[in-house]
């Protein structure tokens, strides 16, 4: 048994020790997006150029927020909100606003990862649900 624990524990301490990527970097050295893997703010809009936001968003936010879905029910609900609960009738949605929206969730919505909606799928969505506001 104890040999088990001994192959174990050596092979835990060579996964931790490849977690630094052989970069020898201190300990809370801040990491770029780059370097992390992410896009740049640049590199999502450039990607989300390419892509229609219309369609994007009747495919991965239509199930819920397109005529008789859950969500229309819901925000058709808001006090003085002439939209019928539509964000494609809104007038007041900001790219910002939608994309954290999506990212963090709000109220009854689930919030969305990036292998549900990519960064630039959503930029696209959100330029057309905010019609270009940022």
Avoid at 8 to 30: I, T
Avoid at 46 to 60: Q, V
Avoid at 80 to 102: H, M, P, Y
Wanted: hydrophobic share 45%; aromatic share 2%; glycine share 12%.
């Amino acid at each position: 048994m104890s040999a088990r624990v001994a192959v174990w524990a050596a092979a835990l301490a060579a996964a931790l020790a490849g977690c630094s990527g052989g970069q020898g970097e201190a300990a809370g050295e801040p990491v770029s997006m780059t370097e992390a893997g992410m896009q740049s703010e640049e590199e999502i809009a450039a990607a989300a150029a390419g892509l229609d936001g219309r369609a994007l968003f009747a495919e991965r936010c239509g199930m819920c927020h397109q005529t008789i879905g859950m969500a229309v029910g819901i925000l058709s609900r808001r006090p003085g909100d002439a939209s019928g609960g539509l964000l494609e009738q809104r007038e007041d949605l900001s790219a910002t606003f939608v994309r954290t929206a999506v990212r963090t969730g709000i109220l009854n919505m689930p919030r969305m990862p990036r292998a549900e909606v990519s960064d630039a799928e959503l930029a696209a969505i959100a330029n057309y649900l905010s019609r270009g506001k940022p």
